[in-house]
T-cell receptor, first 116, second 112 residues
Framework: EAGVTQFPSHSVIEKGQTVTLRCDPI?????LYWYRRVMGKEIKFLLH????????ESGMPNNRFLAERTGGTYSTLKVQPAELEDSGVYFC??????????????FGPGTRLTVL | GNSVTQMEGPVTLSEEAFLTINCTYT??????LFWYVQYPGEGLQLLLK?????DKGSNKGFEATYRKETTSFHLEKGSVQVSDSAVYFC???????????FGGGTRVLVKP
């Protein structure tokens, strides 16, 4: 079974440009999460999809970030326009539904974003 | 809100040394606790978990015990190998929030 995949693995862009990150979750996983690690600090939650719906987007830093999950399959995270402080590693994770007290979240390898 | 604090690295050890990475948390109720590991060039992998007080999670020679009284979940391994070189993240999960809260990560380097 394929794991969570993310594309691209690395992205280097200039300040003010737009970048779109993609995540393909494990097939059948309704839950999809975005996290990011900035400047070697803690990994922080950005948002959570259940199928195509945004369940929780409390971690999105500002309106320059837009996440979508078309048809409840893959998800994209667009940053427009990118700022220097957006540099970091963006992780995607997916999990199934129904387990208690916790459904394991399976993580992708991350996308390293560098804004110059 | 919920938070996780873990010791800063890097931690440099010789092969076969004993490893401890301290982790404490702040949360109401009874969160589930985890250690994730990120090997060079790879994604985060779940290393071990504990879902209630006094549970001990173990995997690949690593252990951690959920201590409610000290709000801690310290990671230990008795004899590390070069292949254990990685970044280790302590994390908690509360069902109400349905998201993981991570510590800052601890880089471990094991030298032969």
């Amino acid at each position: 079974e394929a794991g969570v995949t993310q594309f691209p693995s690395h992205s280097v862009i200039e300040k003010g440009q737009t970048v779109t990150l993609r995540c393909d979750p494990i097939s059948g996983h309704d839950n999809l999460y975005w996290y990011r690690r900035v400047m070697g600090k803690e990994i922080k939650f950005l948002l959570h999809f259940v199928k195509e719906s945004k369940q929780d987007e409390s971690g999105m830093p500002n309106n320059r970030f837009l996440a979508e999950r078309t048809g409840g399959t893959y998800s994209t995270l667009k940053v427009q326009p990118a700022e220097l402080e957006d540099s970091g590693v963006y992780f995607c994770a997916s999990s199934p539904t129904g387990g208690r007290p916790y459904n394991e979240q399976f993580f992708g390898p991350g996308t390293r974003l560098t804004v110059l | 809100g919920n938070s996780v604090t873990q010791m800063e690295g890097p931690v440099t050890l010789s092969e076969e040394a004993f490893l401890t990475i301290n982790c404490t948390y702040t949360a109401t109720g009874y969160p589930s606790l985890f250690w994730y590991v990120q090997y060079p060039g790879e994604g985060l992998q779940l290393l071990l978990k504990a879902t209630k007080a006094d549970d001990k999670g173990s995997n690949k020679g690593f252990e951690a015990t959920y201590r409610k009284e000290t709000t801690s979940f310290h990671l230990e391994k008795g004899s590390v190998q070069v292949s254990d070189s990685a970044v280790y993240f302590c994390a908690l999960f509360k069902a109400a929030g349905n998201k993981l809260t991570f510590g800052g990560g601890t880089r471990v380097l094991v030298k032969p």
